[in-house]
């Protein structure tokens, strides 16, 4: 009968133990079965200063758009423009333009164009409105693409690294499963998010086991985000545990060395 208490008080223990595991690692504990989470409302990408754009104009009429387009063109209208870069796509030569500090950008013919805060869409259709008003072409067509779609994920995951994103509406989530999720060693409930607004790098810390963490604008990644995923305290104890050990298997086998040195001209002085 004791036996059988003991037992049965073991399972508890452990049963008990599992549990708080789970509480660690597992992501959005507190949802509900088919519960709606209302997510951010502005989680469009938005441009800022120092963003690479890749902006082509088109129309019915090819060599209308050309000036806005071809390298050489843009070229002989702003020689002064040190803001471009060219890059081929076909045979076509579509320049790589950055938002100026100001959040403005140059562009051929129509001249400066604020940029800064609208999504792709928006300024692809003020560039095309410029366009007109210029009448410089009555149908123009205008596509906005970021050169650059990166983020960088670090620390506790399986492949950190840099990774391409071809959508603007990649989440938090997504971007861990590119990296291959977290490890087991991976603080889930402070999952760092770095991302640059108005120049200044801001930290926000999201804790995914909470679906709270879903209505956070930082959930959605913008482009040039970084996340960090810090390491529990079982791998930072491992840690240094392992760096101990490494230190007196280094310090024993040092006087091993010199014991057998000084051994070895004892015996030789005889």
Not at 37 to 45: H, N, S
Not at 49 to 55: F, T, V
């Amino acid at each position: 009968m004791k036996f059988l208490i003991k037992l049965l008080c073991l399972f508890s223990v452990v049963a008990l133990g599992s549990c708080n595991v789970q509480k660690k690692i597992v992501y959005f504990q507190d949802a509900e079965q088919n519960e709606i989470i209302k997510m951010a409302e502005d989680y469009e990408v938005r441009i800022k200063p120092n963003d690479r754009l890749k902006i082509l104009v088109s129309s019915k009429n090819p060599e209308l758009a050309a000036p806005f387009n071809a390298y050489a063109s843009y070229n002989s209208l702003a020689a002064s423009d040190r803001s471009y870069t060219s890059s081929t796509s076909g045979d076509m030569s579509i320049q790589t333009r950055t938002v100026l500090p100001d959040g403005t950008l140059e562009m051929p013919l129509i001249g400066m164009v604020e940029c800064k805060g609208k999504t792709r869409a928006e300024l692809a259709t003020e560039i095309a409105s410029l366009i007109r008003k210029g009448n410089y072409i009555p149908d123009p067509s205008v596509n906005v693409q970021f050169a650059d779609m990166k983020i960088t994920v670090m620390g506790e995951v399986e492949r950190p690294g840099q990774y391409d994103i071809m959508r603007d509406d990649v989440t938090l989530l997504e971007a861990l499963a590119m990296a291959g999720d977290m490890t087991i060693y991976g603080e889930r409930d402070q999952v760092a998010v770095i991302r640059k607004i108005d120049g200044k790098s801001v930290i926000t810390y999201l804790d995914i086991r909470s679906k709270e963490a879903i209505s956070s604008p930082f959930f959605q990644m913008q482009p040039n985000d970084v996340i960090y995923v810090k390491p529990n305290r079982y791998k930072a104890a491992n840690s240094e545990i392992n760096q101990n050990r490494n230190f007196w298997l280094s310090m024993v086998s040092t006087l091993v060395s010199v014991a057998t040195l000084v051994t070895t001209i004892v015996l030789n002085a005889k």
